[in-house]
C-alpha cells in the first residue's frame, strides 16, 4: 500500500519561510515522479511544482523565484520550500506521486495522494 504522509505546514506572516514534507512509503521511490498542487478555499486544486525522478524540476509561475522542490531519495521524501510567502499562498497543499518518473503538471497524472498540510499566511 503506497502511502504519503505530508508535514510542516502552519500559521506564518507574509515574507515568512516555510518548508514542506512528504514521505513516501510503498513504492521505490528513486523511480517516481513527485509533485505539489494546492487548493484554496473555493478554488481548484492547482499544480505548485514537479519534480522529476532524476532531479529535474518545474514549478508554476506563481511561486517561481520563491518556491525550491527538491528530493532525497535515501530518505524517500520530497521537498517544498516555500520562501517569501505571500496572502495568496494560503491553501492545503498536497504531495502526489506518479506512476512514470517524469514529472507533470496535470493533477490526473498522479495516481497516489497524501492527505494534505494546511498554509496559512496572514499577518
Known amino acids: 500500500q503506497v502511502q504519503l504522509i505530508e508535514s510542516g505546514g502552519g500559521w506564518v506572516q507574509p515574507g515568512d519561510s516555510l518548508r514542506l514534507s512528504c514521505v513516501v512509503s510503498?513504492?521505490?521511490?528513486?523511480?517516481?515522479?513527485m509533485g505539489w498542487f494546492r487548493q484554496a478555499p473555493g478554488r481548484e486544486r492547482e499544480f505548485v511544482a514537479g519534480?522529476?525522478?532524476?532531479?529535474?524540476?518545474v514549478s508554476a509561475e506563481s511561486v517561481k523565484g520563491r518556491f525550491t522542490i527538491s528530493r532525497e531519495n535515501a530518505k524517500n521524501t520530497v521537498y517544498l520550500q516555500m520562501n517569501s510567502l505571500k496572502l495568496e499562498d494560503t491553501a492545503v497543499y498536497y504531495c502526489a506521486a506518479m506512476d512514470s518518473p517524469w514529472a507533470s503538471s496535470d493533477a490526473n497524472e498522479y495516481r497516489y495522494w497524501g492527505q494534505g498540510t494546511q498554509v496559512t499566511v496572514s499577518s
Open positions: 519534480i522529476d525522478s532524476g532531479g529535474g524540476h
Open positions: 510503498g513504492r521505490t521511490f528513486s523511480l517516481t515522479a
